[in-house]
T-cell receptor, first 112, second 113 residues
Framework: DADVTQTPRNRITKTGKRIMLECSQT?????MYWYRQDPGLGLQLIYY???????NKGEISDGYSVSRQAQAKFSLSLESAIPNQTALYFC???????????FGPGTRLTVL | GENVEQHPSTLSVQEGDSAVIKCTYS??????FPWYKQELGKRPQLIID?????GEKKDQRIAVTLNKTAKHFSLHITETQPEDSAVYFC????????????FGKGTLLTVNP
C-alpha cells in the first residue's frame, strides 16, 4: 500500500547512536501508530497518536520517543540505540473510526 | 489492559484441507476483532474482521466466528492453497475514542502442495 511509506527501509547502526525512523501517509488519516515486530512476539505497540496534539505511550515505550510533525508524518526515535532494539518496525494509520489499520512496508533495524 | 492469546503458533496443512486458528481475549469491553495476514517479507494486511454484534462473518474461503460469552474468536480457512501460507495475527479492541489494537503473537500457516 503505497499510501503509507517508511524511511529508511533498512538501517544498521551501532550501540549508543541516535536514530530516527520516519513515516508518511497520504491517506488523510488522523491516527498513526508505531509497532515493533520480533519473531514469535507478534506486533507490540510502541506509541500512538490520534491527532497532531495527541501522543500516547503503548505497551513498550521505554527507550523510544516520537514526534507528530503534521497530520501526515509520525517519526520514531531511539535516543541511544541498544542491541535488543534490533527488530522490524512498522508504522500504521487508521481513520478516526479507528477500525482498519493500514501498515507501511516496515523498517528493518539492526543495532550492533 | 487487554491480553490476546493465539493458538497454535505454527500450523501445517495439506493443500485443500481446512485450517483453524483460535484466539482468546481478556477484556470483556472488546468489541472489534480483526485478522491480519502477513506474507514473508511483507506488511500485515487486514483480511477479515468481525464486530461483537454478529457471531460469524464469511468472505469466500475465509470465515471468522466469535463467542463473546467465552471470549474467543476463530479464523477458518477452507480449501487451503499454497498462497495462503503466511503468518496470521488476530487482534482485539474496545473501539471507541481510545481505540487501539492488541495483537496475538501470530500463527505461521504452511500449506503443503
Amino acid at each position: 500500500d503505497a499510501d503509507v511509506t517508511q524511511t529508511p527501509r533498512n538501517r544498521i547502526t551501532k550501540t549508543g547512536k541516535r536514530i530516527m525512523l520516519e513515516c508518511s501517509q497520504t491517506k488523510g488519516h488522523d491516527r498513526m501508530y508505531w509497532y515493533r515486530q520480533d519473531p514469535g512476539l507478534g506486533l507490540q505497540l510502541i506509541y500512538y497518536s490520534f491527532d497532531v496534539k495527541d501522543i500516547n505511550k503503548g505497551e513498550i515505550s521505554d527507550g523510544y520517543s516520537v514526534s507528530r510533525q503534521a497530520q501526515a508524518k509520525f517519526s520514531l526515535s531511539l535516543e541511544s540505540a541498544i542491541p535488543n532494539q534490533t527488530a522490524l518496525y512498522f508504522c500504521a494509520t487508521s481513520d478516526s473510526m479507528g477500525y482498519t489499520q493500514y501498515f507501511g512496508p516496515g523498517t528493518r533495524l539492526t543495532v550492533l | 489492559g487487554e491480553n490476546v492469546e493465539q493458538h497454535p503458533s505454527t500450523l501445517s496443512v495439506q493443500e485443500g484441507d481446512s485450517a483453524v486458528i483460535k484466539c482468546t481475549y481478556s477484556d470483556s469491553a472488546s468489541n472489534y476483532f480483526p485478522w491480519y495476514k502477513q506474507e514473508l517479507g511483507k506488511r500485515p494486511q487486514l483480511i477479515i474482521d468481525i464486530r461483537s454484534n454478529v457471531g460469524e462473518k464469511k468472505d469466500q474461503r475465509i470465515a471468522v466466528t466469535l463467542n463473546k460469552t467465552a471470549k474467543h474468536f476463530s479464523l477458518h480457512i477452507t480449501e487451503t492453497q499454497p498462497e495462503d501460507s503466511a503468518v496470521y495475527f488476530c487482534a482485539a479492541s474496545p473501539g471507541g475514542s481510545n481505540y487501539k489494537l492488541t495483537f496475538g503473537k501470530g500463527t505461521l500457516l504452511t500449506v503443503n502442495p
